[in-house]
């Protein structure tokens, strides 16, 4: 399964790096989205994907899942949403403001004095 | 110690105006050249003095001088013409306009600097006071700083010395790491080593590098004819008789290093040699006073440049020792010779320059009646330079041409072919400094006086301002009669310092200075041509200097130094401009495909990549199906039409990855991911709404391939390292240990929440912290607004 999920997750960076490199603000953040589920799903993988039970141990099951990754994804997606969040509303603010989604009219200096 | 007391100069400066500084200042190389004049008995008797003062200990880094005869020379030289100089400044230079203190100050940092290069016996302290004689002259030659010319010929002469020095330093750390050591004087004893280590020829060439920028050896002797611009004064004492010889002293000090290699006596020799014609050439070419003592300069030191190399011959011939050994002393001698009489033509042209406001050949003339003493000395100076007797120039021209027709004579390197070419160029060279030095004098004081053409009425210099050329003057002509004399106080030990393996004591250097053998000799004959040449040349002057008009602009090496110069900015503007586009996407593009060259080409040529198909977990069919919609889902986002349906596949990826860690065993993170991927789609979907009507375009992304390469590149790339990654698991994981102790130690079940609260509690604390900030910032950015005209406004 692992194999696979290499894959997958190989596929997910490849959409978004595509995004990424696109003109529209919106795009690029949804790519940056794409990213992290990537790496989330990279750290899973890599932490490998065996075990019988969930990490809790009141299952009394003999092998868990690794639960080190799990915390460590935890933390990740927290802190990306934070980050998303933060990036969404300053995309919000520029359309606001500079009244465009293209980023390749975004060039500083323009109306600066 | 003139640091020292370059920091009371402005003190002076300020509190007594009514004195010229120049006066304090003078004190103190004076003093000095005392102090180094009672030396001179005990090195002359070949004794050695040295002191040590330690400097960075922890990295064999010490402050050592060291004086021998070489040391010694180039001290008495720097202290005694520098107090000439200072003196006659105090007369060149106006108390009132002139800003003195910036003068003296970097004056006497030049003069620290220049003795600390001559009495280093250390690598890093001699590289050390060598940057800093370059930063020095370029205060010096910008003095007027508000002249362009000043600012651009400071400009280029520091580019091109501090380049060489920089060299140099490379050459320096490449003889550390060959013997093990920053004294020059324990390299010498381990030099037959040396010569042996594959490091050797690339610290010559840098040495060499470092010595022949700072010597304007040719192609680099640019910088010296545009650093007239100096005042005289520095002129008279950087540009001829101190700095420009620290290259020589430098070939001059490590000779006993590098003689034993081929390169080194070719690439010294040939190269002075080289510079010794073509700044003589061109130094007829010259209008500007200074310019022709400038080329002139360049001219001599190639001629002491090409005698060292010459001298390095002896290091590998012991049957014909006789013929060669002249080059060393010839090469000192030379450069004591020329300190003199180019020190004195340097304040001749500054009297001249000042006293008819004009340095310019072609207004000057029929000034010997007006200015006699000046004349006299510059009358002096000329012809010592020109190689007539009775000057010392002579005497030092001589032995030159002895030692250039000795080169034929060896049977190795080469020189019993080529050798003969070194006489013939050395020949046609003194032709052209003897066409120059006559013009030097003729141009200036003989000929019509032309009073409409001078901006000032000429009269003769007050005496103050003649003192130091006459004294040199007086050196000039003394030195020719009394040669044996200097060559024994000063010469001898010098020479004893560059071959140590030949001489153990001074007085083991067994040369007789005469100005008449006796019999006729060929440099006689060779001299007697000169002269016939020369002023058969010098008369027929008018009619062949049209020739140096037919030398086409672009080939002078000036050229090719702007050509270089504008080159780089032009360039360097051009290649920045091409890849500063100003567009994330082409930066995020670098950036991408910088990764993933340097991960794939890392994975490939360390060949770490592998697949193990064992240990992997078993393939289950839902899990199968999820990662078909899963890619399913990405490709919607990646192929979406509208914004909104790119957003719903985004959704959609969210939430199959949390279905992907409920089948994984991960139930808080497919709960976290759940809730998170709702408001985060629901922010995207207020993104969404709120773009204004004005640019809205709903449009599929435009295919492009140079995207598609990359972000296919990119997948590839994580998905091997991936693979490999998971293949390799070198050390066994640390959760053992928690499933093993969280409940005895932490009093838990659930053993992710503990991590997260209790083993590594301090990561939620930030992650929280994280959060807490971005929504302070969101409320920051939404609130807090104030849009350009307030800011304006209010700034105003």
Redesign the interface.
Same mark, same amino acid.
């Given at each position: 399964?692992?194999?696979?999920? =290499?894959?997958?997750?190989?596929?997910?960076?490849? =959409?978004?790096?595509? !995004?990424? !490199?696109?003109?529209?603000l919106?795009?690029i953040?949804?790519g940056t989205?794409?990213l992290s589920?990537?790496a989330?799903? !990279?750290i899973?993988?890599?932490?490998?994907?065996?075990?019988? =039970?969930?990490?809790? !141990?009141?299952e009394g099951a003999k092998t868990? =899942?690794?639960?080190?990754p799990?915390?460590l994804?935890?933390?990740a997606?927290?802190?990306s949403?934070?980050?998303?969040?933060?990036f969404?509303?300053?995309?919000?603010?520029s359309?606001?403001?500079l009244?465009?989604?293209?980023?390749?009219l975004m060039?500083?200096s323009d109306?600066d004095? | 110690m003139p640091i020292v007391a370059a920091l009371f100069v402005p003190l002076f400066y300020k509190r007594m105006k009514h004195i010229h500084t120049g006066w304090f200042v003078l004190a103190v190389p004076a003093t000095l050249a005392i102090i180094y004049a009672t030396y001179i008995a005990q090195v002359a008797k070949g004794e050695v003095f040295t002191a040590e003062l330690p400097w960075i200990p922890s990295l064999d880094i010490s402050v050592i001088s060291y004086l021998d005869g070489l040391s010694l020379l180039f001290s008495l030289l720097i202290t005694g013409i520098g107090s000439l100089v200072v003196l006659y400044s105090i007369f060149y230079l106006d108390k009132h306009k002139e800003k003195l203190h910036n003068f003296y100050v970097y004056l006497l940092l030049f003069m620290s600097a220049m003795l600390g290069v001559v009495q280093s016996d250390h690598l890093i302290t001699l590289y050390f006071f060598w940057e800093l004689t370059s930063i020095s002259s370029f205060l010096l030659i910008g003095y007027w700083y508000t002249r362009d010319a000043s600012r651009l010929g400071a400009l280029k002469s520091m580019l091109i010395t501090v380049g060489g020095g920089l060299m140099m330093l490379g050459g320096f750390v490449l003889l550390y790491l060959m013997g093990g050591t920053f004294s020059i004087r324990e390299l010498i004893t381990m030099a037959p080593n040396l010569a042996e280590h594959p490091l050797f020829t690339w610290s010559l060439l840098l040495l060499l590098l470092g010595a022949f920028t700072k010597s304007a050896q040719f192609p680099f002797y640019i910088w010296l004819p545009d650093a007239m611009e100096a005042p005289t004064p520095v002129s008279a004492y950087l540009h001829s008789a101190t700095m420009v010889k620290a290259g020589i002293y430098l070939v001059a000090r490590f000779t006993p290093i590098f003689a034993a290699s081929e390169l080194w006596v070719w690439l010294v020799t040939g190269v002075g040699i080289l510079t010794l014609f073509w700044g003589s050439f061109f130094a007829v070419k010259q209008t500007d006073l200074k310019g022709i003592l400038a080329f002139s300069t360049v001219s001599q030191l190639g001629l002491i440049m090409s005698l060292l190399g010459a001298s390095a011959v002896a290091f590998h011939s012991n049957d014909s020792i006789d013929t060669i050994k002249y080059a060393a002393f010839a090469a000192i001698f030379h450069l004591i010779n020329h300190a003199t009489f180019k020190g004195s033509l340097f304040m001749i042209a500054g009297i001249v320059d000042h006293e008819t406001g004009t340095r310019d050949i072609r207004k000057l003339g029929g000034l010997m009646s007006i200015m006699p003493i000046s004349f006299t000395v510059a009358a002096i100076g000329s012809l010592s330079m020109a190689g007539l007797p009775p000057f010392n120039g002579f005497l030092s021209k001589e032995m030159f041409l002895t030692a250039m027709l000795a080169l034929q004579n060896f049977e190795f390197f080469g020189f019993d072919t080529w050798g003969a070419l070194f006489p013939i160029i050395a020949w046609i060279a003194s032709i052209f400094t003897f066409i120059y030095s006559f013009y030097f004098v003729a141009r200036t004081f003989m000929g019509n006086y032309k009073p409409e053409q001078l901006p000032h009425q000429p009269h003769e210099a007050p005496i103050g301002m003649l003192i130091s050329p006459i004294l040199l003057a007086t050196c000039v002509i003394v030195i020719f009669f009394v040669p044996n004399f200097i060559g024994d106080t000063f010469v001898k030990p010098a020479v004893q310092a560059i071959q140590p393996f030949l001489y153990t004591t001074p007085q083991d250097v067994d040369i007789y200075v005469s100005a008449w053998h006796g019999h006729i000799t060929p440099e006689l004959l060779m001299t007697v041509g000169i002269i016939i040449v020369g002023v058969l040349l010098f008369v027929t002057l008018p009619k062949w200097q049209g020739l140096y008009r037919r030398f086409p602009q672009a080939f002078t090496l000036n050229n090719a130094y702007n050509k270089i110069m504008q080159g780089l900015d032009v360039g360097l503007n051009r290649l920045s401009q091409r890849f500063m586009t100003?567009?994330?996407?082409h930066y995020?593009?670098y950036m991408?495909s910088g990764i993933t060259i340097i991960v794939i080409g890392s994975l490939f040529l360390k060949d770490a990549f592998r697949?193990a198909?064992q240990e992997?977990?078993?393939?289950?069919p839902y899990?199968?199906i999820l990662?078909v919609v899963?890619?399913i889902g990405?490709?919607i %986002? @990646?192929l979406a039409k509208s914004?909104l349906t790119? @957003?719903i596949g985004?959704g959609a %990826?969210?939430y199959t %990855?949390a279905l992907?860690?409920v089948i994984? #065993?991960?139930?808080?993170?497919a709960l976290?991911?759940l809730v @998170?991927e709702t408001?985060?789609v629901a922010?995207?979907l207020?993104?969404?709404y709120?773009?204004?009507k004005?640019?809205?375009r709903e449009e599929r992304?435009k295919f492009?391939l140079n995207?598609?390469i990359?972000?296919?590149a990119?997948?590839?790339?994580?998905?091997l390292v991936?693979?490999s990654?998971?293949s390799q698991k070198l050390i066994p994981?640390?959760?053992k240990y928690?499933?093993e102790t %969280?409940?005895s130690l932490a009093g838990?079940? #659930?053993?992710?929440n503990v991590?997260?609260v209790d083993y590594?509690g301090f990561?939620?604390l930030f992650?929280i912290t994280?959060?807490g900030?971005?929504?302070m910032?969101?409320l920051a950015?939404?609130k807090l607004r104030m #849009?350009?005209k307030e800011k304006?406004h209010e700034n105003k």
């Open positions: 399964m692992e194999i696979i999920m =290499a894959f997958v997750i190989g596929f997910l960076f490849m =959409a978004a790096v595509y !995004l990424m !490199l696109s003109k529209s919106l795009r953040i949804i989205g794409l589920h990537g989330h799903l !990279l899973l993988t890599m932490g490998g994907l065996g075990g019988e =039970a969930p990490p809790v !141990l009141s868990f =899942a690794d639960p080190l799990q915390a994804i935890l933390t997606i927290v802190i949403f934070g980050v998303t969040a933060f969404l509303v300053l995309a919000y603010r359309y606001q403001e009244k465009t989604d293209d980023i390749s060039r500083g109306e004095e | 100003e567009s994330m996407r995020l593009l991408f697949i198909w992997t977990s078993p393939i289950r899990e199968l990662a899963l890619v990405t490709a %986002v @990646i914004r790119a @957003i985004l %990826v969210g %990855v992907f860690f994984f #065993n991960a139930p808080d993170l976290t991911q @998170i408001i985060s922010l995207f207020m993104a969404f709120h773009l204004p004005l640019g809205k992304m492009q995207r598609a990359i972000s296919i990119v997948g590839i790339m994580v998905t991936a693979l990654a998971h994981s640390i959760s928690y499933e %969280v409940y838990g079940g #659930n053993i992710v991590i997260l590594r990561d939620t992650e994280v959060l900030i971005a929504g910032g969101i950015m939404i #849009n350009r304006i």
